[in-house]
T-cell receptor, first 115, second 112 residues
Framework: SAVISQKPSRDICQRGTSLTIQCQVD?????MFWYRQQPGQSLTLIAT?????????ESGFVIDKFPISRPNLTFSTLTVSNMSPEDSSIYLC????????????FGPGTRLLVL | AQSVTQPDIHITVSEGASLELRCNYS??????LFWYVQSPGQGLQLLLK??????LVQGIKGFEAEFKRSQSSFNLRKPSVHWSDAAEYFC??????????FGSGTRLQVQP
């Protein structure tokens, strides 16, 4: 498996502000993804974080709202911009390790509450 | 497009009883299938996965799942449930090096 950490683990933010979530992996990985889990819901893919190029966003998610960086093979950030209460969710990063890319391992998640 | 259906939103079983969580998928090719568990306030932990070969796969914590191509199913089972198994269980389907598509989840409650 992979050891994945996310910061912050939780946060309470005010409407209109932005929050950057970090995802750190203990080894180089090829694939990194960002998911959102709204309260009581399943996981929805936000985007694929591509190393060295722009992220690939899913329908309904845009770069202006969820800018993503991936400067190297072990680290990525997701920013939730101009937040509203509807952005209150758990945000999870996942990785597919080199040699086992079909399997995704998840970080502990960041629990965000927007007031 | 691929999809996953978990028909049971909530299941309650007694401790020591057997468990089966249902999962049906829709996918055009041979899928990669996964079961994850999410305990309250935690991230997702991989229980088991199926790529190919033996259709009965063993996972962690005493769980197993059986892939049935004819029924497009990948049901999760455990012979004897423990109170610590209370959690949310997600079935997911993948397509190689791509993101996963998740089912809506089944919440398991364990009665003493």
């Amino acid at each position: 498996s992979a050891v994945i950490s996310q910061k912050p683990s939780r946060d309470i933010c005010q409407r209109g502000t932005s929050l950057t979530i970090q995802c750190q992996v203990d080894s180089q990985v090829t694939m990194m993804f960002w998911y959102r889990q709204q309260p009581g819901q399943s996981l929805t893919l936000i985007a694929t974080a591509n190393q060295g190029s722009e992220a690939t966003y899913e329908s309904g998610f845009v770069i202006d709202k969820f800018p993503i960086s991936r400067p190297n093979l072990t680290f990525s950030t997701l920013t939730v911009s101009n937040m509203s209460p509807e952005d209150s969710s758990i945000y999870l990063c996942s990785v597919g390790k080199t040699g086992d890319q079909e399997t995704q391992y998840f970080g502990p998640g960041t629990r965000l509450l927007v007031l | 497009a691929q999809s996953v259906t978990q028909p049971d939103i909530h299941i309650t079983v007694s401790e020591g009883a057997s468990l089966e969580l249902r999962c049906n998928y829709s996918y055009g090719a041979t899928p990669y299938l996964f079961w994850y568990v999410q305990s309250p306030g935690q991230g997702l932990q991989l229980l088991l996965k199926y790529f190919s070969g033996d259709t009965l796969v063993q996972g962690i914590k005493g769980f197993e799942a059986e892939f049935k191509r004819s029924q497009s199913s990948f049901n999760l089972r455990k012979p004897s449930v423990h109170w610590s198994d209370a959690a949310e269980y997600f079935c997911a389907v993948g397509a190689g090096r791509r993101a996963l598509t998740f089912g809506s989840g089944t919440r398991l409650q364990v009665q003493p």
